[in-house]
C-alpha cells in the first residue's frame, strides 16, 4: 500500500508541476514531508538528511564555473565562429548545427544555453535551405542534449553521482557516463542523417513537380549570409583555456586508473579528484583573472533545475525508504524476460519523460535507483541498463510536452506552430523513441 502511495506521489508531483507551471521539486518536497512523516513515520530531523547534498553541491560548483564563458559571451562566440566556416555549404549546416552545439553543451553551457543559442538559428537555416525545421529543431536538441551527455558536462556528472550513490565503483561510473555519450551521440546523428537526406530528396521533388529545378537548386546551393563573429578578447581565450585545463584534470586520473588500475598512486589520486571541488577552484582562479562579473555568475545558476533534483531526490529518497524502488526493481528483473528488460526501462523512461520536462531533473532520480536490483536479479551488465534508459529518456526530449520540444515551439513563428507540434509529437518523437528501441536491442546484443 505504502509502495502505491508512493508511485502515485511521484507521478502527482510531475502532473502537479506541468499543469500549475510551477517547479516540480517543490511540489515533491511537500509530498516527501507528508508520506514521510505521517505515514512512514520517519522524523522530519532525518528527512532533511535525505535532501541530496552532494549532487546540489556538484551543480552549483559547476554552474559557477562555466557559466563564466556564458557572462563573457566566450561559447556564444564560438558557436558563431563554427558556424561560419559552414556557410558556403548549406547542406552541411544542419550537421554542423548539431556538432557545435555538441561542443557548446560539453564545454559546459548546458542543454537550455545551447537551446537559446542554437534553435531559432537552426530554425532559420533550415527554412533558408528549404529542408523541414523538423531537422533544425532535432540538430539543437539532440545535440545539447549529447554534449551535456560528455563526463564532465553537467548531465554527465549528475549521472555518475546518481549511479556512485547507488554502491557502484567510480570506474564504473565513469565507463557509464562514457557509453551514455558515445552511444546517444552516434543514434541522433544517425537519425538526423537519415531525416536530413528524407527531406531534403522530398524538397527537390517537390521542386521538380512544379517545374521549378533550376531555381530550387540555387536556392539551395545559395550561400547562407552569416556574420563572422569578432575575434576572442583576452579574457575569452583566457576562458577557454582554463575550461580545457579543468577538462583535462577531471579525465585524466579516471582514464590513468582504467588503464593502470593496479598502480596505488594513481588509485589515490583518482579517488581524491572530485569535480565539485575542482570546479571551486578553477571558479576562484576565474574571479582572481577577473573573467566575469561575479553576481551575473551566480544569477546563471540553475536554480530551478537544482530544486527540481533536489526535491525529487528526497521524494525517491523516501520511496526508497518505503520499498517502493525494491519493488518496481523486482518486477522488472523477475516478470520481464531478459532479453526484454533494456527495452522495457527505455520505454519506461520514454514514457515518463514526454511529460515529465527534464530527464535530469525528473526521470533520472526517480528511476536510476531501479539499476541496481535489476541487474542483480538478472545478472545483465549495468552499464547496458543505464545506457538503454537513459537512451529512452533522452530520446523523448523532442516531444512537444517536454521542455526542449516546448522551447522549439517558442522559438517557432506563431503562424507555423501547429504544424512543428504536429511534427514533433507525429514524426520527431516516434523516430527518436523507435531509434531508442533499436539501439538498445543492438546495444544488448553487443554486451550480452
Same mark, same amino acid.
Given at each position: 500500500?505504502?509502495?502505491?502511495?508512493?508511485?502515485?506521489?511521484?507521478?502527482?508531483?510531475?502532473?502537479?508541476?506541468?499543469?500549475?507551471?510551477?517547479?516540480?521539486g517543490f511540489v515533491a518536497i511537500?509530498?516527501?514531508?507528508?508520506?514521510?512523516?505521517?505515514?512512514?513515520?520517519?522524523?522530519?530531523?532525518?528527512?532533511?538528511?535525505?535532501?541530496?547534498?552532494?549532487?546540489?553541491?556538484?551543480?552549483?560548483?559547476?554552474?559557477?564555473?562555466?557559466?563564466?564563458?556564458?557572462?563573457?559571451?566566450?561559447?556564444?562566440?564560438?558557436?558563431?565562429?563554427?558556424?561560419?566556416?559552414?556557410?558556403?555549404?548549406?547542406?552541411?549546416?544542419?550537421?554542423?548545427?548539431?556538432?557545435?552545439?555538441?561542443?557548446?553543451?560539453?564545454?559546459?553551457?548546458?542543454?537550455?544555453?545551447?537551446?537559446?543559442?542554437?534553435?531559432?538559428?537552426?530554425?532559420?537555416?533550415?527554412?533558408?535551405i528549404n529542408i523541414n525545421p523538423?531537422?533544425?529543431?532535432?540538430?539543437?536538441?539532440?545535440?545539447?542534449?549529447?554534449?551535456?551527455?560528455?563526463?564532465?558536462?553537467?548531465?554527465?556528472?549528475?549521472?555518475?553521482?546518481?549511479?556512485?550513490?547507488?554502491?557502484?565503483?567510480?570506474?564504473?561510473?565513469?565507463?557509464?557516463?562514457?557509453?551514455? /555519450?558515445?552511444?546517444?551521440?552516434?543514434?541522433?546523428?544517425?537519425?538526423?542523417?537519415?531525416?536530413?537526406?528524407?527531406?531534403?530528396?522530398?524538397?527537390?521533388?517537390?521542386?521538380?513537380?512544379?517545374?521549378?529545378?533550376?531555381?530550387?537548386?540555387?536556392?539551395?546551393?545559395?550561400?547562407?549570409?552569416?556574420?563572422?563573429?569578432?575575434?576572442?578578447?583576452?579574457?575569452?581565450?583566457?576562458?577557454?583555456? =582554463?575550461? /580545457?585545463?579543468?577538462?583535462?584534470?577531471?579525465?585524466?586520473?579516471?582514464?590513468?586508473?582504467?588503464?593502470?588500475?593496479?598502480?596505488?598512486?594513481i588509485t589515490f589520486i583518482n579517488?581524491?579528484?572530485?569535480?565539485?571541488?575542482?570546479?571551486?577552484?578553477?571558479?576562484?582562479?576565474?574571479?582572481?583573472?577577473?573573467?566575469?562579473?561575479?553576481?551575473?555568475?551566480?544569477?546563471?545558476?540553475?536554480?530551478?533545475?537544482? =530544486?527540481?533534483?533536489?526535491?525529487?531526490?528526497?521524494?525517491?529518497?523516501?520511496?526508497?525508504?518505503?520499498?517502493?524502488?525494491?519493488?518496481?526493481?523486482?518486477?522488472?528483473?523477475?516478470?520481464?524476460?531478459?532479453?526484454?528488460?533494456?527495452?522495457? =526501462?527505455?520505454? !519506461?523512461?520514454?514514457?515518463?519523460?514526454?511529460?515529465?520536462?527534464?530527464?535530469?531533473?525528473?526521470?533520472?532520480?526517480?528511476? /536510476?535507483?531501479?539499476?541496481?536490483?535489476?541487474?542483480?536479479?538478472?545478472?545483465?551488465?549495468?552499464?547496458?541498463?543505464?545506457?538503454?534508459?537513459?537512451?529512452?529518456?533522452?530520446?523523448?526530449? !523532442?516531444?512537444?510536452?517536454?521542455?526542449?520540444?516546448?522551447?522549439?515551439?517558442?522559438?517557432?513563428?506563431?503562424?507555423?506552430?501547429?504544424?512543428?507540434?504536429?511534427?514533433?509529437?507525429?514524426?520527431? =518523437?516516434?523516430?527518436?523513441?523507435?531509434?531508442?528501441?533499436?539501439?538498445?536491442?543492438?546495444?544488448?546484443?553487443?554486451?550480452?
Amino acid at each position: 500500500m505504502i509502495s502505491l502511495i508512493m508511485g502515485i506521489a511521484l507521478v502527482l508531483s510531475i502532473v502537479i508541476g506541468r499543469k500549475a507551471k510551477i517547479n516540480i521539486g517543490f511540489v515533491a518536497i511537500s509530498f516527501a514531508y507528508l508520506i514521510g512523516c505521517f505515514i512512514i513515520k520517519i522524523q522530519p530531523k532525518d528527512l532533511i538528511l535525505m535532501w541530496p547534498i552532494s549532487i546540489f553541491f556538484v551543480i552549483l560548483a559547476i554552474s559557477l564555473f562555466f557559466n563564466f564563458a556564458i557572462v563573457n559571451g566566450t561559447l556564444e562566440k564560438l558557436a558563431g565562429n563554427l558556424l561560419y566556416h559552414f556557410r558556403s555549404a548549406p547542406l552541411l549546416l544542419p550537421v554542423a548545427i548539431f556538432f557545435v552545439s555538441v561542443l557548446i553543451a560539453a564545454l559546459g553551457a548546458g542543454y537550455y544555453t545551447v537551446m537559446v543559442i542554437m534553435a531559432p538559428l537552426a530554425l532559420l537555416i533550415c527554412k533558408k535551405i528549404n529542408i523541414n525545421p523538423l531537422v533544425g529543431a532535432l540538430c539543437a536538441e539532440c545535440g545539447g542534449q549529447v554534449g551535456s551527455n560528455f563526463m564532465v558536462g553537467l548531465n554527465g556528472v549528475i549521472y555518475r553521482n546518481l549511479i556512485t550513490s547507488e554502491g557502484f565503483s567510480s570506474n564504473l561510473a565513469f565507463v557509464t557516463s562514457v557509453s551514455i /555519450f558515445i552511444i546517444y551521440m552516434v543514434m541522433t546523428f544517425l537519425v538526423i542523417v537519415v531525416l536530413l537526406r528524407f527531406y531534403n530528396r522530398k524538397s527537390k521533388q517537390a521542386a521538380c513537380a512544379s517545374c521549378e529545378i533550376a531555381c530550387a537548386s540555387s536556392e539551395i546551393q545559395e550561400p547562407i549570409d552569416l556574420q563572422k563573429s569578432k575575434p576572442f578578447d583576452k579574457n575569452q581565450k583566457t576562458n577557454l583555456i =582554463l575550461i /580545457f585545463i579543468f577538462m583535462i584534470v577531471l579525465l585524466i586520473s579516471p582514464i590513468l586508473h582504467l588503464i593502470l588500475p593496479s598502480s596505488a598512486s594513481i588509485t589515490f589520486i583518482n579517488s581524491n579528484v572530485d569535480v565539485g571541488f575542482i570546479a571551486v577552484i578553477f571558479t576562484v582562479v576565474a574571479l582572481i583573472l577577473h573573467l566575469g562579473d561575479e553576481k551575473s555568475v551566480i544569477a546563471k545558476v540553475p536554480w530551478n533545475t537544482l =530544486l527540481m533534483i533536489s526535491g525529487m531526490g528526497m521524494l525517491v529518497a523516501v520511496a526508497v525508504h518505503a520499498g517502493t524502488v525494491k519493488l518496481i526493481s523486482n518486477w522488472v528483473g523477475s516478470s520481464i524476460p531478459v532479453i526484454l528488460v533494456p527495452i522495457v =526501462l527505455c520505454l !519506461i523512461a520514454a514514457v515518463l519523460n514526454i511529460f515529465g520536462g527534464s530527464f535530469v531533473g525528473v526521470v533520472a532520480p526517480a528511476l /536510476f535507483p531501479v539499476i541496481a536490483t535489476v541487474s542483480h536479479v538478472t545478472g545483465l551488465n549495468p552499464i547496458l541498463l543505464y545506457t538503454c534508459m537513459t537512451l529512452g529518456g533522452l530520446s523523448t526530449g !523532442i516531444s512537444p510536452f517536454s521542455a526542449g520540444g516546448a522551447m522549439i515551439l517558442g522559438f517557432t513563428p506563431e503562424k507555423e506552430r501547429d504544424s512543428m507540434f504536429s511534427k514533433e509529437l507525429s514524426v520527431g =518523437l516516434p523516430i527518436c523513441i523507435g531509434a531508442a528501441v533499436v539501439t538498445s536491442l543492438i546495444y544488448f546484443a553487443i554486451m550480452r
